[in-house]
């Protein structure tokens, strides 16, 4: 199916399954432990085996020698894979280093052996009885020192590394009122529960993976590019994923490694990232500097907006360009926009909950903050007064799908009772706390890739639908099942879903924002095609003919669709040009209440609303909960989540969950989550937008705008742990 101009009126207008609330059809089975994760599937292939992974102990250098003799003779080993004795395999499309093979180490923890044994205990025991020697040579690992001398790196997306629009330093020089500072976000972590994971095992020439992974067709390319394999004679199989944030977008060494392991011993072998290699083998949230420069008049138009970023990666490659959102938030005629990646080694940084925009709003949108105090004015009214109108700022060409940004921040402040907010820092206290309150907007793109289903009738009235889409916990088994409910004309409790096997056709997978809407878009395509199957069988036209209560109906005529046997259909939906005419995005305002201890700076988030623009919601109920969960995440980013980074031995210190603090369910009292009743006609034929990264992009920033407000003290450098405030706080009475 061609989408190839907005979509008009169509049956998801009066949807009955669509749009509800509706408890994920999977949820019975992880709560009562149904559900099976990549390394739970024991059932899938006899006589496995365990592997455990040993990383480097050096961030950079090579390995003289490995002595693996005492642990290939220990008790239960099958097989001892070491680094040295292979060639390096090729890199996929879709790593930044080598995952395994050769002698050189280009990051801490990078895997250099893999012991497979009868059980996890013995392989993990032989493990620690390698003996390996390295050649150690000085990294690079400190962001701070090296930014300085960090080149442009062109974005993602394409565009320069420094970009400008209008007189942007003559603008700034002259503007009456101006914000001129720097922000700093450290390296996170992904901290999924579920650790990276996978089983392997080989029939031939044909290898299987049981693995946990967001982005089943990249991961299939990958690993036959990394072993060499037709493509044709991989399968991938990952129905149920614990938790990824875009550290499973990508395959990692637990595939490689089982893989080998398997092929080695000749059954299958399991192997799971111990979670210290979570941290430093696999990909992570890289740390930003960013300098935020705002030139404005006096009633606070922006006349100047300047966002430059430095930070780091292997090989220089793109990492975390915390400018995306700055072009398309706020209006303001000249514009300068500068990415720096130093080149680093430390492990890889790749996409996290957010890539960019996440760490890009704790810096902007606290300068809109400074800024409206400089300018005298309410921080809604300051960003009000600066909503671009219809053209995105600085590309006349693009216009806005569907926007509606300040009906976010009206409809927030009402319900948030922002009219009550004393803008003066520090003159709200309730006995021992000082209570601020905050604000912020957020803005995520809504990109959609092409994503295909097949739809079979199972002859008796059913539906079954099959893709290789992902569900991370996100809700895809529910807003597919209902997508194809709405559109086959069946109850949701005759739709089964079968996700995460590459041997279903491929859809766009879990990250970027866009497997929402791009994976039911698929759906309805695969299903628009089962319909007219339906009707050539049966002689009536199937794009005019109603589908309800399992039924359809045709003039006169009544049919039963068990009557219409067993078929199946398949099909893509593929989204045109026309799309780059505009700007899609989703939008939130943010709000945040915390309160700050006037004795011991102890920061307590109390209450935190979202107020979301994103489409047509497919399901409400999950949606919310991807909204209050990235609520949270942003909540670690501005108070508690760092890794600490040894910038002499170039490794992630707190490489565990009792070190790398996130936050509880003490932490986060009370969220509240609205949608708006938009619709994007543009994004695809559900006119609905991803939301899952939105909820992250802004409340950070509405924290720590909160805690200005409660204490008067400006901290900039995330996360804001009460040591960079605590001797200044506010004297007591």
Known sequence: MKFDAPAGPNLFDNAKIVGKSTPRIDGPLKTTGKAPYAYERHDVAPNQAYGYVLGSAIAKGRIVSMDVAEARAAPGVLAVIATTDMKQLPKSDYNTVPLFGGAAITHYHQAVACVVAETFEQARAAAALIRTRYDRVPGRFDLEKLAPSAPLVPGRDGEPGRKVIGDFEGAFAAAAVKVDEKYTTPDESHAMMEPHASIAAWNGDRLTIWTSNQMIAWGKGAIA????????????????????????????????????????????????????????????????????????????????????????????????????????????????????TAVMDLPEGNAMRAPGEASGHLALEVALDELAEKCGLDPIELRIRNEPTGKVPGNPKQKFSDRHLVRCLREGAAKFGWAARNPKPGQVREGRWLIGHGVAAGFRGAPTMKSAARVRLDGQGGLIVETDMTDIGTGSYTIIAQTAAETMGVPLNRVKVTLGDSDHPAAAGSGGQWGAASSTAGVYAACVALRRQIGAKLGFDGDTATFADGHIQVGNRRISLAEAGALSAEDAIEFGKFQKDYNVGTYAAHFAEVAVDAYTGETRIRRMLAVCDAGRILNPLSARSQVIGAMVMSAGAALMEELAVDTRFGFFVNHDLASYEVPVHADIPHQDCLFLDTLDPVVSPMKAKGVGELGICGPGAAVANALYNATGIRVRDYPLTLDKYLDRLPALT
């Not at 129905?239 to 000749?266: E, S």
């Not at 399991?270 to 935020?292: C, D, F, S, W, Y």
């Open 225 to 340: 590019q990394i072993l060499g394999l037709d493509p044709k004679n991989v399968r991938l199989d990952s129905p149920y994923v614990g938790g990824g944030f875009g550290g499973k977008l990508f395959i990692r060494a637990d595939a490689v490694l089982a893989a080998l392991g398997a092929k080695q011993v000749g059954r299958p072998v399991k192997v799971a990232l111990q979670r210290p290699l979570m941290a430093n083998n696999t990909t992570h949230r890289p740390a930003t500097i960013q300098r935020i420069r705002l030139g404005a008049d006096k009633n606070g138009r922006i006349t100047a907006i300047g966002h430059e970023n430095w930070t780091g990666n292997q090989a220089g490659e793109d990492a975390e360009n915390a400018t995306m959102q700055t072009p398309v938030l706020y209006a303001g005629a000249n514009r300068l926009i500068a990415n720096h």
